[in-house]
């Protein structure tokens, strides 16, 4: 292995060669061999008593664990008692019968064993008894051994007499004392009286089980020098009797764990108060409601106030219940995991969620909203419509420019008395009962319309009144935008796509009708309420600010400058309107606070302050009275904005009489090194004059719209980007931009690719003036006139030059940088949204998806529906198989097969001439066509759906055409059978499907299922009911985060991507209705109902489970409020999107009201039966009507609703409008009727991006792309394109050379060649790709740039031929001194750079930062540098095993073997860092920081093996009778640590390895170093066992410096 213990040296020589470094000489284990012992090896060929084994104990050897080794020392357990009597009374075959047996009756774990048990469960394992006993010692070559009665006597002798075990094994003896084990023992017991016998029965002495020499703790070390080791064993055991009390009133806490916690962290008393403390408040909470509920229920009565005594017992016992299930639940929810109780919703903010009668969406906003009257009021109206009409770049901006919407009634006031019928489709007029739509505005209408006062009223109006009834009436945005459309005017204009439909059979012409409607989105509604929020947020701030400056002018003891400058800010709050203006202000504020500090001992506390308060230069500055010469001189900052809001000098400074080098001159100090010289005090003044202007407002806010003017964008391009740019990558347009003008990124994603391209490393981006001398000094001269004097004298015009100075310093090096920043800010943000937004539209399109139509004879849809599901599979070793899945009509498996041999490359149809073919004859397919036959007979699905994700899916489509034609030649009559007449095919798009398969509702359903298997249930599934499998991925765990909807949609954070896709299932959702009963009985389809207005998940999962408590189903809409299961608000917001059916068993028998399977709120109940009154004519308003009016629709579309309107209210003196009467009348006609788009089949083009993976704007014409050749012919080289799923590729005969006529490919092709060619053709309908490997093909890439980049984009710049050759230099002169392979890998932790520069970058870090590299030769290799303790470095190798991915992208799994023997395998990077190097790295800091480290300073050097070996000959002369032992890292073997000791006559050395699980120790991982050096402690001389018989030579090879393998690992 080449990726062991690397050193960096040994990595580099690696990488400069290419050659992987032998091992050698390498342990059984993966690990350095350990150094042998003279004095040890003769011990352990002894020829003294028992030094021969006989039967009985090689017998054991066999069966022990091939890490218990025998030393004949310590007896083996089956050797206990009676042994000699044995052996005399039976004979050898006996006795090994007897101990066999007994060895199986008493199986029992070793203590290290117990010991990991515990460590990875956290459960405390009870030990049987122990049956170790000593041998006789042997008497060696003469050597006196000494005898011992027990193992801790060998451990005492070596680690000291008064030493017993660790804490971590405090278990073994105190469990019964301290409770955390099975402590009923009695045998346990005993043993527990006899430690407190020993320690002559002091109850702390139990715990005293620590070992001096282990755990160090300051406290003890205080006392111990204070008053040596007694005052020290006082202290300690002090600790314990506190801790311990401590845990008795804690529960869930082991003293083990705090004793771990206290070796590694020290005092942890602190921790545990605020244990207690959180717990006891949970607690509280707890209590607190429980009393409450009591309170609320039970009121003041007690049972003793009841005369009946029945009546009293039964209130005892339901309290007592009550209380017993109020307990169990606060148990759970104190033992549960914090993490575990979020994700399920148990935490007690959950449980304030669920009962609060408000929606759930708009709860979890509270917490960063303004307060109400703030955002329903005019101001914040007025803040929204000029962000949206002026400021904002969104979807929404275009829409309502557009104006396309849906109207009736009377146009409003500003546009006249009539609409103007060529403003309506199709010439529409008769508004007065009927829904037309307004075409929107064309050419300078927009303009007319933002100028008409009347029409901007109306839109701030209807601004407001969205903002009320979100805000103030707590109702949902879907809510409001169905049910108060009279109310929202322009807000509820629609894009073009979403459209009704136009029916020219429609009467009157032109009239919306109910099976017109179509499902839209509510871009500007929902972009209201992200204003709102902003707009909130910003008011938190100022309001935070505000109180700031308040208290700081209150606190003021006169009217000071401090107090002053507060007053001021406070009052520019009120007119700010912004965030940068908002930052101005503070900006301000600071600079005059730095001021009114200066000469104050106490430094400021506010933010960055600080930093100026810091700087010496203006302290001695004011100090010394400068600031108060300058006003002499200078007009304040204050002035100075008074001037620039004016446009003219409504204040000048006044001119010296002297130069500024005269009158500065008396501040000059010798004494003082800033102001030696009257230079110095100018600059100094300079300075603080630019400082003070660059706070000013005014004058940041003149730079910002210059800037904002004259800025503009340009990119330079790195080495990197050379290569990788081009005009088919994503990011190829950041390539060459120059001179982008700021104002030409309006609505395009444009800079979030630069900045993207920036982030990774392409190009380096610039955002300045566009000539940057002449702009700058453009933006500057106007200020300039307004801060110099008018004076002409000399002496003016040297304090105008120092004016000017000062002025610029304030622009260029204060001004502009934050500027820059605020420009790339909202540049990013602006092109953020843009990419959202197509995001969401990306989502919609999945979302608004409708079921496969299975329609039976009559055109009635198929009620009892059986659908099969198709997902193509690799096979064989590469992955499972095709998988064909059957599921019933409410999405339930019923049965599944695997094939094989359809699987994987799947053979063509191969015809013989004069022969038909058939598949059942294909001896390659014809045993799965058979069975796949059987199946489909035996099920006979109504439809076929087959996964269209890769290219062979198309094979597996046409097998299955023939299948079918076989079914229907050999069996037409159950073919014909079925209600749809024959078995429907239908290909389908795959992505949510196989989001779904991993996704945490798949493993929940169906957990023992193969992921294929979960992939093709969902795929069936969304034949059924597409939204609900969407939904299931868009709920808690945002499995849709993998589903690709967007190029750019890794660079925008998930959290911000997550709320957009939310608002596009909530629209869906809402529009389509969610059927409750159904939603109760089948779980799948549960999913959507979260997505409902006023719901959420944890709404929703309480409705359910109310639900389900009462019968399974719900009768009526009105039950859900009158029977508590929702608050009367949120029953306000879902009520009209719950269909309340007939549809589960448990709601057949009820009697349904037709009224509530409609879009009809409750409330609108009445007006909806006095309308079907009308339509029946009949005198008595009853649900009936609604019945009626249902099986008429004819009638109902011929009412007459203005008639009605004024029948109505003329009855029932209330108004009702006329959008609402049209909603309505349109649900009776059609009562939830469908609005997605029709079901449309995939056609060739859809197909074939779908299993190419990719889309047209990545894969176009001039783009090269590697190919693998599969066959060749004289005319063509078929080929598969790895990186596009394998799509098929064709190179003809003139395509393969420019300069040659090609006659026959096989002079230039051979299967399985791997080729460079470039797309020049795509056949989509044959799904074929042409390819050619001409030269004047493969370098036309300055043509393509020029196609796909520079036509596209304005300020694209194709670089001339002098550019190209720079570049091209510059490519050729970066691989000449590359030592690495480039991989464009986008992770946080790789870099494209070489060992040693990785090298020098972790060793700028801490212990365990590492840093993921290329290597430089391999592309199918990776290593992680990472920094090890003593300043070391470790290369560890990353092999990638998927296939070789084109472009030199990661290719996985990943796997990682640090020593031989142990590989680790990996999904991605993301993956590696969380389970390999985060784990690796706290352990080797836990190394490092452990009290035993001896390895050298964090940073280095590390330290020798020599040095250690003297340092512990030192420690053994100061200590005979102890061991001395430390832990080091190997300086010659990066990436081994060892376990140096001197027990015998010389210091030895054990290896060990940092692994993910532990520490790798004597062939076993230990996951602490605690537990691996007990382990030690109790064997210390284990290590004989593991020596393995090595040749003389081997050990007498020289060692030769360098990586791992290439010194032998013996012992010196």
Same mark, same amino acid.
């Given at each position: 292995?080449?990726?062991?213990?690397?050193?960096?040296?040994?990595?580099?020589?690696?990488?400069?060669?290419?050659?992987?470094?032998?091992?050698?000489?390498?342990?059984?284990?993966?690990l350095?061999?350990?150094?042998?012992?003279?004095?040890?090896?003769?011990?352990?060929?002894?020829?003294?008593?028992?030094?021969?084994?006989?039967?009985?104990?090689?017998?054991?050897?066999?069966?022990?664990?091939?890490?218990?080794?025998?030393d004949?020392?310590?007896?083996?357990?089956g050797?206990?008692?009676?042994?000699?009597?044995?052996?005399?009374?039976?004979?050898?075959?006996?006795?090994?019968?007897?101990?066999?047996?007994?060895?199986?009756?008493?199986?029992?774990?070793?203590?290290?064993?117990?010991?990991?048990?515990?460590?990875?469960t956290?459960?405390?394992?009870?030990?049987?008894?122990?049956?170790r006993?000593?041998k006789?010692?042997?008497?060696?070559?003469?050597?006196?051994?000494?005898?011992?009665?027990?193992?801790?006597?060998?451990?005492?002798?070596?680690?000291?007499?008064?030493?017993?075990?660790?804490?971590?094994?405090?278990?073994?003896?105190?469990?019964?004392?301290?409770?955390?084990?099975?402590?009923?023992?009695?045998?346990?017991?005993?043993?527990?009286?006899?430690?407190?016998?020993?320690?002559g029965?002091?109850?702390?002495?139990?715990?005293?089980?620590?070992?001096?020499?282990?755990i160090?703790d300051?406290?003890?070390?205080?006392?111990?020098?204070?008053?040596?080791?007694?005052?020290?064993?006082?202290?300690?055991?002090?600790?314990?009797?506190?801790?311990?009390?401590?845990?008795?009133?804690?529960?869930?806490?082991?003293?083990?764990a705090?004793?771990?916690?206290?070796?590694?962290?020290?005092?942890?008393?602190?921790?545990?108060?605020?244990?207690?403390?959180?717990?006891?408040?949970?607690?509280?909470?707890?209590?607190?409601e429980?009393?409450?509920?009591?309170?609320?229920?039970?009121?003041?009565?007690?049972p003793?106030d009841?005369?009946?005594?029945?009546?009293?017992?039964?209130?005892?016992?339901?309290?007592?219940?009550?209380?017993?299930?109020?307990?169990?639940?606060?148990?759970?929810?104190?033992?549960?995991?914090?993490?575990?109780?979020?994700?399920?919703?148990?935490?007690?903010?959950?449980d304030?969620?669920?009962?609060?009668?408000?929606?759930?969406?708009?709860?979890?906003?509270?917490?960063?909203?303004?307060?109400?009257?703030?955002?329903?009021?005019?101001?914040?109206?007025?803040?929204?419509?000029?962000?949206?009409?002026?400021?904002?770049?969104?979807?929404?901006?275009?829409?309502?420019?557009?104006?396309?919407?849906?109207?009736?009634?009377?146009?409003?006031?500003?546009?006249?008395?009539?609409?103007?019928?060529?403003?309506?489709?199709?010439?529409?007029?008769?508004?007065?009962?009927?829904?037309?739509?307004?075409?929107?505005?064309?050419?300078?209408?927009?303009?007319?319309?933002?100028?008409?006062?009347?029409?901007?009223?109306?839109?701030?109006?209807?601004i407001?009144?969205?903002?009320?009834r979100?805000?103030?009436?707590?109702?949902?945005?879907?809510?409001?935008?169905?049910?108060?459309?009279?109310?929202?005017?322009?807000?509820?204009?629609?894009?073009?796509?979403?459209e009704?439909?136009?029916?020219?059979?429609?009467?009157?012409?032109?009239?919306?009708?109910?099976?017109?409607?179509?499902?839209?989105?509510?871009?500007?509604?929902?972009?209201?309420?992200?204003?709102?929020l902003k707009?909130?947020?910003?008011?938190?701030?100022?309001?935070?600010r505000?109180?700031?400056?308040?208290?700081?002018?209150?606190?003021?003891?006169?009217?000071?400058?401090?107090?002053?400058?507060?007053?001021?800010?406070?009052?520019?709050?009120?007119?700010?309107?912004?965030?940068?203006?908002?930052?101005d202000?503070?900006?301000?504020?600071?600079?005059?606070?730095?001021?009114?500090?200066?000469?104050?001992?106490?430094?400021?506390?506010?933010?960055?302050?600080?930093?100026?308060?810091?700087?010496r230069?203006?302290?001695?500055?004011a100090?010394?009275?400068?600031?108060?010469?300058?006003?002499?001189?200078?007009?304040?900052?204050?002035?100075?904005?008074?001037?620039?809001?004016?446009?003219?000098?409504?204040?000048?400074?006044?001119?010296?009489?002297?130069?500024?080098?005269?009158?500065?001159?008396?501040?000059?100090?010798p004494?003082?090194?800033?102001?030696?010289?009257?230079?110095?005090? *100018?600059?100094?003044?300079?300075?603080?004059?630019?400082?003070?202007?660059?706070?000013?407002p005014?004058?940041?806010?003149?730079?910002?719209?210059?800037?904002?003017?004259?800025?503009?964008?340009?990119?330079?391009?790195?080495?990197?980007?050379?290569?990788?740019?081009?005009?088919?990558?994503?990011?190829?347009v950041?390539?060459?931009?120059?001179?982008?003008?700021?104002?030409?990124?309006?609505?395009?994603?444009?800079?979030?690719?630069?900045?993207?391209?920036?982030?990774?490393?392409?190009?380096?981006?610039?955002?300045?003036?566009?000539? =940057?001398?002449?702009?700058?000094?453009?933006?500057?001269?106007?200020?300039?006139?307004?801060?110099?004097?008018?004076?002409?004298?000399?002496?003016?015009?040297?304090?105008?030059?120092?004016?000017?100075?000062?002025?610029?310093?304030?622009?260029?090096?204060?001004?502009?940088?934050?500027?820059?920043?605020?420009?790339?800010?909202?540049?990013?943000?602006?092109?953020?949204?843009?990419?959202?937004?197509?995001?969401?539209?990306?989502?919609?399109?999945?979302?608004?998806?409708?079921?496969?139509?299975?329609?039976?004879?009559?055109?009635?849809?198929?009620?009892?529906?059986?659908?099969?599901?198709?997902?193509?599979g690799?096979?064989?070793?590469?992955?499972?198989?095709?998988?064909?899945?059957?599921?019933?009509?409410?999405?339930?498996?019923?049965?599944?097969?695997?094939?094989?041999?359809?699987?994987?490359?799947?053979?063509?149809?191969?015809?013989?001439?004069?022969?038909?073919?058939?598949?059942?004859?294909?001896?390659?397919?014809?045993?799965?066509?058979?069975?796949?036959?059987?199946?489909?007979?035996?099920?006979?699905?109504?439809?076929? *759906?087959i996964?269209?994700?890769?290219?062979?899916?198309?094979?597996?489509?046409?097998?299955?055409?023939?299948?079918?034609?076989?079914?229907?030649?050999?069996?037409?009559?159950?073919?014909?059978?079925?209600e749809?007449?024959t078995?429907?095919?239908?290909?389908?798009?795959?992505?949510i499907?196989?989001?779904?398969?991993?996704?945490?509702?798949?493993?929940?359903?169906?957990?023992?299922?193969?992921?294929?298997?979960?992939?093709?249930?969902?795929?069936?599934?969304?034949?059924?009911? =597409?939204?609900?499998?969407?939904?299931?991925?868009?709920?808690?765990?945002?499995?849709?985060?993998?589903?690709?909807?967007?190029?750019?949609?890794?660079?925008?954070?998930?959290?911000?991507?997550?709320?957009?896709?939310?608002?596009?299932?909530c629209?869906?959702?809402?529009?389509?209705?969610?059927?409750?009963?159904?939603?109760?009985?089948?779980?799948?389809?549960?999913s959507?109902?979260?997505?409902?207005?006023?719901?959420?998940?944890?709404?929703?999962?309480?409705?359910?489970?109310?639900i389900?408590?009462?019968?399974?189903?719900?009768?009526?809409?009105?039950?859900?409020v009158?029977?508590?299961?929702?608050?009367?608000?949120?029953?306000?917001?879902?009520?009209?999107?719950l269909?309340?059916r007939?549809?589960?068993?448990?709601?057949?028998?009820?009697?349904?009201?037709?009224?509530?399977?409609?879009?009809?709120?409750?409330?609108?109940?009445?007006?909806?039966?006095?309308?079907?009154?009308?339509?029946?004519?009949a005198?008595?308003?009853?649900?009936?009507?609604?019945?009626?009016?249902?099986?008429h629709?004819?009638?109902?579309?011929?009412?007459?609703?203005?008639?009605?309107?004024?029948?109505?209210?003329?009855?029932?003196?209330?108004?009702?409008?006329?959008?609402?009467?049209?909603?309505?009348?349109?649900?009776?006609?059609?009562?939830?009727?469908?609005?997605?788009?029709?079901?449309?089949?995939?056609?060739?083009?859809?197909?074939?991006?779908?299993?190419?993976?990719?889309?047209?704007?990545?894969?176009?014409?001039?783009?090269?792309?590697?190919?693998?050749?599969?066959?060749?012919?004289?005319?063509?080289?078929?080929?598969?394109?790895?990186?596009?799923?394998?799509?098929?590729?064709?190179?003809?005969?003139?395509?393969?050379?420019?300069?040659?006529?090609?006659?026959?490919?096989?002079?230039?092709?051979?299967?399985?060649?791997?080729?460079?060619?470039?797309?020049?053709?795509?056949?989509?309908d044959?799904?074929?790709?042409?390819?050619?490997?001409?030269?004047?093909?493969?370098?036309?890439?300055?043509?393509?740039?020029?196609?796909?980049?520079?036509?596209?984009?304005?300020?694209y710049?194709?670089?001339?031929?002098?550019?190209?050759?720079?570049?091209?230099?510059?490519?050729?002169?970066?691989?000449?001194?590359?030592k690495?392979?480039?991989?464009?890998?986008?992770?946080?932790?790789?870099?494209?750079?070489?060992?040693?520069?990785?090298?020098?970058?972790?060793?700028?870090?801490?212990?365990?930062?590492?840093?993921?590299?290329?290597?430089?030769?391999?592309?199918?290799?990776?290593?992680?540098?990472?920094?090890?303790?003593?300043?070391?470095?470790?290369?560890?190798?990353?092999?990638?095993?998927?296939?070789?991915?084109?472009?030199?992208?990661?290719?996985?799994?990943?796997?990682?073997?640090?020593?031989?023997?142990?590989?680790?395998?990996?999904?991605?990077?993301d993956?590696?860092?969380?389970?390999?190097?985060?784990?690796?790295?706290?352990?080797?800091?836990?190394?490092?920081?452990?009290?035993?480290?001896?390895?050298?300073?964090?940073?280095?050097?590390?330290?020798?093996w020599?040095?250690?070996?003297?340092?512990?000959?030192?420690?053994?002369?100061?200590a005979?009778?102890?061991?001395?032992?430390?832990?080091?890292?190997?300086?010659?073997r990066?990436?081994?640590?060892?376990?140096?000791?001197?027990?015998?006559?010389?210091?030895?050395?054990?290896?060990?390895?940092?692994?993910?699980?532990?520490?790798?120790?004597?062939?076993k991982?230990?996951?602490?170093?605690?537990?691996?050096?007990?382990?030690?402690?109790?064997?210390?001389?284990?290590?004989?066992?593991?020596? =393995?018989?090595?040749?003389?030579?081997?050990?007498?090879?020289?060692?030769?410096?360098?990586?791992?393998?290439?010194?032998?690992?013996?012992?010196?």
């Amino acid at each position: 292995m080449a990726d062991q213990f690397v050193e960096d040296k040994a990595a580099v020589e690696e990488e400069e060669s290419g050659q992987a470094v032998a091992v050698d000489e390498v342990g059984g284990d993966g690990l350095p061999e350990e150094e042998e012992d003279a004095s040890f090896s003769d011990s352990d060929g002894g020829d003294g008593e028992g030094g021969e084994k006989d039967d009985d104990e090689e017998d054991d050897d066999d069966d022990d664990d091939d890490f218990d080794f025998n030393d004949d020392f310590i007896a083996k357990e089956g050797e206990e008692g009676g042994e000699e009597e044995e052996e005399e009374e039976g004979g050898e075959e006996e006795k090994k019968k007897k101990k066999k047996i007994k060895r199986h009756r008493e199986l029992v774990l070793e203590e290290d064993d117990y010991d990991l048990l515990e460590e990875n469960t956290g459960i405390r394992r009870q030990r049987p008894a122990q049956h170790r006993r000593l041998k006789k010692a042997r008497d060696i070559d003469g050597e006196a051994q000494h005898q011992f009665a027990a193992p801790e006597d060998l451990q005492a002798d070596l680690f000291g007499p008064d030493q017993e075990d660790l804490e971590d094994d405090v278990g073994e003896e105190g469990v019964g004392k301290t409770g955390t084990g099975t402590g009923g023992d009695k045998e346990g017991g005993k043993e527990m009286h006899a430690a407190k016998d020993a320690h002559g029965g002091d109850d702390d002495d139990i715990f005293d089980d620590d070992e001096d020499d282990w755990i160090v703790d300051e406290f003890e070390e205080a006392a111990a020098a204070e008053g040596g080791e007694e005052a020290a064993k006082a202290a300690r055991k002090a600790r314990r009797r506190k801790q311990q009390a401590a845990l008795a009133n804690i529960p869930g806490v082991d003293i083990n764990a705090l004793e771990e916690a206290h070796a590694i962290f020290g005092d942890v008393d602190e921790y545990l108060e605020r244990y207690e403390m959180a717990r006891r408040e949970r607690e509280g909470e707890v209590e607190e409601e429980e009393e409450e509920e009591e309170a609320d229920e039970y009121g003041d009565l007690q049972p003793s106030d009841l005369d009946d005594e029945e009546a009293a017992e039964e209130m005892r016992a339901q309290r007592a219940s009550k209380k017993k299930s109020k307990k169990k639940d606060t148990a759970m929810l104190l033992s549960m995991d914090p993490d575990a109780a979020a994700r399920h919703f148990m935490l007690p903010s959950d449980d304030i969620i669920r009962e609060t009668d408000i929606p759930e969406r708009e709860q979890i906003q509270s917490s960063i909203l303004a307060p109400v009257d703030v955002l329903t009021s005019d101001a914040c109206a007025e803040w929204i419509w000029r962000q949206l009409i002026f400021e904002s770049e969104s979807k929404a901006r275009t829409i309502i420019e557009d104006g396309v919407r849906e109207v009736e009634g009377d146009p409003p006031q500003w546009l006249g008395e009539n609409w103007p019928s060529e403003s309506l489709r199709n010439g529409f007029s008769e508004t007065s009962s009927n829904r037309g739509l307004f075409m929107g505005r064309f050419g300078n209408d927009f303009e007319a319309w933002l100028e008409n006062e009347e029409a901007q009223k109306a839109l701030k109006t209807s601004i407001k009144a969205l903002l009320v009834r979100k805000f103030k009436d707590h109702e949902d945005i879907p809510f409001i935008a169905m049910y108060r459309k009279d109310e929202l005017g322009e807000l509820l204009c629609l894009r073009s796509a979403d459209e009704p439909l136009d029916d020219p059979t429609a009467e009157p012409q032109g009239a919306i009708k109910a099976q017109c409607r179509r499902i839209r989105r509510w871009d500007i509604l929902y972009m209201v309420n992200r204003l709102a929020l902003k707009y909130s947020s910003m008011t938190n701030r100022k309001m935070k600010r505000k109180g700031i400056y308040n208290q700081i002018a209150a606190e003021s003891g006169e009217y000071d400058a401090k107090s002053a400058a507060a007053l001021a800010c406070g009052e520019a709050l009120e007119n700010s309107t912004s965030m940068e203006a908002l930052d101005d202000i503070e900006s301000k504020f600071k600079a005059a606070l730095t001021v009114s500090n200066l000469n104050e001992e106490n430094q400021p506390t506010l933010g960055k302050a600080k930093k100026v308060e810091r700087n010496r230069l203006f302290k001695l500055a004011a100090q010394c009275g400068l600031y108060t010469a300058i006003e002499s001189f200078a007009i304040s900052p204050g002035e100075f904005a008074e001037n620039v809001e004016s446009g003219y000098k409504v204040n000048e400074p006044g001119d010296p009489s002297s130069e500024p080098s005269e009158f500065l001159e008396h501040f000059v100090n010798p004494e003082n090194p800033a102001f030696v010289h009257v230079d110095f005090v *100018i600059k100094c003044a300079i300075k603080m004059m630019a400082h003070s202007l660059s706070a000013e407002p005014a004058v940041r806010k003149a730079i910002r719209e210059q800037f904002w003017n004259k800025g503009a964008v340009s990119t330079h391009v790195l080495q990197p980007g050379l290569t990788a740019l081009n005009a088919f990558h994503p990011l190829g347009v950041a390539k060459r931009i120059r001179n982008k003008p700021l104002r030409s990124f309006k609505r395009r994603d444009t800079f979030l690719r630069l900045s993207a391209a920036e982030q990774e490393g392409y190009v380096r981006l610039e955002i300045d003036f566009a000539d =940057p001398q002449e702009d700058l000094q453009a933006a500057i001269a106007p200020l300039q006139d307004l801060y110099v004097s008018s004076g002409l004298t000399e002496q003016s015009q040297a304090w105008n030059d120092l004016r000017r100075e000062a002025l610029n310093m304030a622009v260029e090096k204060y001004i502009l940088p934050s500027i820059k920043s605020e420009v790339r800010r909202r540049l990013a943000a602006d092109a953020m949204e843009v990419v959202l937004q197509e995001t969401a539209d990306n989502l919609w399109d999945y979302a608004v998806k409708a079921p496969v139509p299975l329609l039976d004879q009559d055109g009635e849809e198929v009620y009892d529906k059986r659908i099969m599901a198709a997902v193509y599979g690799a096979g064989d070793k590469a992955g499972p198989p095709s998988t064909l899945v059957i599921i019933d009509g409410h999405g339930s498996l019923i049965d599944f097969l695997h094939c094989p041999q359809l699987s994987g490359f799947i053979p063509k149809r191969r015809t013989v001439q004069g022969q038909a073919y058939s598949i059942f004859d294909d001896p390659k397919k014809s045993r799965d066509a058979s069975r796949l036959k059987d199946f489909i007979e035996a099920h006979l699905p109504h439809a076929i *759906i087959i996964g269209m994700g890769h290219p062979e899916a198309k094979s597996l489509r046409a097998d299955l055409s023939l299948i079918l034609e076989k079914i229907l030649a050999d069996n037409p009559i159950a073919m014909t059978s079925l209600e749809t007449g024959t078995i429907l095919q239908f290909p389908a798009d795959e992505s949510i499907a196989m989001a779904w398969e991993n996704s945490n509702a798949a493993e929940m359903e169906l957990p023992t299922s193969p992921p294929i298997i979960r992939r093709a249930v969902a795929l069936a599934r969304e034949a059924l009911d =597409p939204i609900a499998v969407l939904a299931s991925i868009c709920g808690q765990y945002k499995e849709i985060m993998t589903v690709r909807l967007h190029q750019l949609e890794k660079y925008i954070p998930n959290e911000v991507k997550g709320r957009y896709l939310e608002e596009v299932i909530c629209s869906v959702v809402a529009q389509l209705g969610v059927d409750l009963n159904m939603a109760a009985s089948i779980n799948w389809r549960s999913s959507v109902l979260p997505f409902v207005p006023g719901l959420g998940f944890r709404k929703a999962a309480a409705l359910l489970k109310t639900i389900l408590k009462n019968n399974g189903a719900v009768e009526e809409r009105n039950d859900l409020v009158e029977s508590g299961f929702l608050g009367p608000r949120v029953f306000h917001n879902a009520a009209p999107f719950l269909r309340i059916r007939p549809s589960s068993d448990a709601s057949r028998n009820l009697g349904i009201n037709y009224i509530d399977n409609t879009r009809i709120h409750p409330k609108d109940y009445n007006l909806a039966m006095a309308l079907a009154g009308e339509v029946s004519n009949a005198d008595v308003v009853d649900d009936s009507l609604v019945e009626y009016a249902l099986e008429h629709p004819d009638k109902v579309d011929k009412t007459n609703l203005s008639e009605f309107m004024k029948k109505y209210a003329s009855q029932s003196e209330e108004s009702v409008s006329l959008s609402k009467l049209i909603d309505i009348q349109m649900e009776l006609i059609s009562p939830y009727g469908e609005i997605r788009p029709n079901f449309k089949e995939l056609g060739n083009e859809e197909i074939f991006w779908l299993v190419a993976g990719e889309d047209r704007y990545s894969v176009k014409i001039g783009r090269k792309v590697e190919a693998r050749v599969r066959y060749v012919s004289e005319e063509a080289a078929v080929c598969n394109i790895p990186e596009l799923n394998g799509t098929e590729a064709v190179i003809e005969a003139p395509s393969v050379s420019s300069r040659q006529n090609v006659l026959n490919c096989r002079d230039y092709f051979k299967p399985g060649d791997t080729v460079i060619g470039a797309i020049i053709s795509i056949d989509s309908d044959n799904g074929v790709i042409y390819l050619s490997t001409a030269s004047n093909q493969l370098n036309s890439d300055l043509e393509y740039e020029n196609q796909y980049l520079a036509q596209q984009e304005e300020y694209y710049a194709i670089p001339d031929k002098e550019t190209l050759q720079e570049e091209e230099a510059q490519r050729k002169g970066a691989k000449q001194t590359s030592k690495i392979t480039i991989r464009p890998i986008r992770h946080p932790y790789f870099k494209n750079i070489t060992a040693g520069e990785a090298s020098a970058e972790v060793l700028a870090g801490p212990i365990g930062v590492a840093v993921i590299r290329p290597a430089a030769k391999s592309f199918r290799r990776l290593y992680i540098t990472m920094c090890m303790p003593g300043g070391l470095i470790w290369n560890i190798g990353i092999k990638e095993l998927g296939p070789t991915a084109a472009n030199l992208r990661l290719s996985s799994p990943l796997e990682v073997e640090p020593i031989p023997g142990h590989k680790f395998e990996y999904e991605d990077l993301d993956e590696l860092v969380v389970r390999f190097i985060d784990p690796v790295a706290a352990a080797m800091r836990a190394l490092s920081s452990h009290r035993k480290w001896n390895g050298g300073p964090e940073l280095g050097p590390a330290k020798s093996w020599e040095d250690i070996q003297e340092e512990l000959r030192m420690q053994k002369e100061r200590a005979p009778n102890q061991a001395a032992y430390c832990l080091a890292a190997d300086v010659h073997r990066p990436g081994a640590f060892f376990l140096g000791h001197f027990i015998g006559s010389s210091p030895r050395r054990e290896y060990f390895v940092v692994l993910p699980d532990g520490f790798y120790f004597r062939k076993k991982i230990y996951g602490t170093v605690e537990h691996m050096l007990v382990q030690f402690k109790k064997n210390p001389r284990g290590y004989q066992q593991q020596m =393995p018989s090595r040749e003389p030579q081997q050990m007498m090879r020289p060692a030769v410096p360098g990586a791992y393998g290439q010194q032998p690992y013996g012992y010196v």
